[in-house]
C-alpha cells in the first residue's frame, strides 16, 4: 500500500496524468485502503474477515467500473 502512495505522489509531481485520472486513483487507493482497515477491525473485534489485500480489490473495481457505466 505505501508503493502505491509513493507512485501516485510522483506521478502527480510530474504531471505525469491528468488531474481527473489522479483523482480517480486517489479514491480507488482510498477505497482499497478503507477495506484493509475494515478487514482489520473486524479481525481484532474476534471475527474471521475475508476482506484482505486480494478481496479488498473487489470494491475498488465494482467502484471504477460504475464509475465508467454512469458517464
Do not use: Q, R
Not at 23 to 46: Q, S
Request: aromatic share 8%; charged share 20%.
Amino acid at each position: 500500500m505505501k508503493k502505491l502512495l509513493i507512485i501516485l505522489l510522483l506521478m502527480s509531481s510530474l504531471n505525469a496524468i491528468e488531474k481527473d485520472k489522479f483523482a480517480h486513483a486517489f479514491v480507488g487507493v482510498g477505497i482499497y485502503g478503507l477495506c484493509l482497515v475494515t478487514g482489520g477491525i473486524i479481525e481484532e473485534m474476534g471475527y474471521d474477515s475475508k476482506l484482505n489485500t486480494t478481496t479488498c480489490l473487489i470494491p475498488v473495481v465494482i467502484a471504477g467500473v460504475g464509475k465508467e457505466l454512469y458517464d
